[in-house]
């Protein structure tokens, strides 16, 4: 292998690991984030998934409710009370959590305030 190939790979090599450094933290920058509207429109598609949602929480009887900007909410779970502008990220999932039979909800995994 000569020099000029071997400079080509570690400049790749470089480009991928900066790459993926970068994108690591897309969420900050709105990227990654799933809609509320898509995830209640759509539920099949998400269960059992990851996702990381934005808007307002409250919470009501032990559980959380988040609303975004566009009026959707979903219900969430998470072990502290958390009221105010959040990003939160879990696995949606569909399940009796006590609210009167099974609901979508986000088990909360990871919690940001806004």
Known sequence: M???MKKHLIVIGIVA???VVGLSGCTDVGIGLTNIG????NPDN???KEVTVEGTCSFIMNYGLIIDDAGH???FTYHN???GNYQLT???RNDD?????EILYLDVTQVKAL
Do not use: C, E, P, V
């Open 2 to 4: 000569d020099k000029l």
């Open 17 to 19: 690991l900066l790459l």
């Open 38 to 41: 898509d995830i209640t429109a």
């Open 46 to 48: 998400y269960y059992g």
């Open 73 to 75: 909410r979903i219900y």
């Open 81 to 83: 009370s958390i009221n």
């Open 90 to 92: 879990g696995i949606i």
């Open 97 to 101: 959590i006590g609210l009167g039979g």
